[in-house]
C-alpha cells in the first residue's frame, strides 16, 4: 500500500513519503508517522501537528 502525502495547514507543504525530506533528515520511504515528533514543515516551520492526510 502506498503510504498517504500529508499538507501543512498553514502553508499548503505537501510531505511527500516517496521523498522524504532529506534537508531534514528525513529519507525517502519514511512515512509520515515515522517522522520524528520534533520535526516541522521545512517552508514555513510549523510542527508535524498542524499536518492533515491527503488524498491523490
Not at 529519507?27 to 491523490?56: H, N
Request: glycine fraction near 8%.
Amino acid at each position: 500500500m502506498k503510504e498517504k502525502k500529508y499538507r501543512c495547514l498553514v502553508c499548503s507543504y505537501v510531505y511527500d513519503p516517496e521523498i522524504g525530506d532529506p534537508d531534514s533528515g528525513v529519507a525517502p520511504g519514511t512515512a509520515f508517522k515515522d517522522i520524528r515528533d520534533d520535526w516541522y514543515c521545512p517552508e514555513c516551520g510549523a510542527s508535524k501537528a498542524d499536518f492533515e492526510p491527503i488524498d491523490d
